[in-house]
T-cell receptor, first 110, second 114 residues
Framework: GQSLEQPSEVTAVEGAIVQINCTYQ??????LSWYQQHDGGAPTFLSY????GLEETGRFSSFLSRSDSYGYLLLQELQMKDSASYFC???????????FGSGTRLQVQP | NAGVTQTPKFQVLKTGQSMTLQCAQD?????MYWYRQDPGMGLRLIYY???????DKGEVPNGYNVSRLNKREFSLRLESAAPSQTSVYFC?????????????FGPGTRLTVL
């Protein structure tokens, strides 16, 4: 089976940097994805890591360490609109389906 | 392009009633998925279709059936609704290039079973 662990809540102030961690246990790991979901909305794709290292997309970066079964999402220059839930997800080799973590609710305060 | 569309947006059922949730995508994606999301939780995969003509069970398939009608459409049927199926249902699709890691989600169907 697969399992993912991420903190349930994180609070930060506008303009700050926040890191959301994700540890996973899975057989045949293929890659780690991150999704954002605003209250009442649909999940939207943020980033994907298949190889070790850091991937940067604007204010958001995602990191993966395959040897540690660990990744994180880094959000810089936080804005109020970044208040949302963030989900990590893994895909096993040979399957197109994702398994999602239970999500981290980020609250950005002024 | 509309992306992924779902109907209906809201639905209230009585225990034992049946209904079909509709999903369509216009991105020419091969793979489509149905998830459910309970309050404060992540998404759990119900069924998916890697390509037209194929379907596979996900993590929580009991009480549901699916039909991949054609490349565009993937429907989810509840034959005899139960209160435990009260949830938000999301349909998603993904293209061949991204292998399923980048999925595009519809707006969701909010289902209440009384």
């Amino acid at each position: 089976g697969q399992s993912l662990e991420q903190p349930s809540e994180v609070t930060a102030v506008e303009g700050a940097i926040v890191q959301i961690n994700c540890t996973y246990q899975t057989s045949g790991f293929y890659g780690l994805s991150w999704y954002q979901q605003h209250d009442g909305g649909a999940p939207t794709f943020l980033s994907y890591n298949a190889l070790d290292g850091l991937e940067e997309t604007g204010r958001f970066s995602s990191f993966l360490s395959r040897s540690d079964s660990y990744g994180y999402l880094l959000l810089q220059e936080l804005q109020m609109k970044d208040s949302a839930s963030y989900f990590c997800a893994v895909r096993n080799t040979g399957r197109r389906a994702l398994t999602f973590g239970s999500g981290t609710r980020l609250q950005v305060q002024p | 392009n509309a992306g992924v569309t779902q109907t209906p947006k809201f639905q209230v059922l009585k225990t034992g009633q049946s209904m079909t949730l509709q999903c369509a995508q216009d991105m020419n994606h091969n793979s489509m998925y149905w998830y459910r999301q309970d309050p404060g939780m992540g998404l759990r995969l119900i069924y998916y279709s890697a390509s037209e003509g194929t379907t596979d069970k996900g993590e929580v398939p009991n009480g549901y059936n699916v039909s991949r009608l054609n490349k565009r459409e993937f429907s989810l049927r509840l034959e005899s609704a139960a209160p435990s199926q009260t949830s938000v249902y999301f349909c998603a699709s993904s293209g061949q290039q991204t292998g399923g890691d980048e999925q595009f989600f519809g707006p969701g169907t909010r289902l209440t079973v009384l």
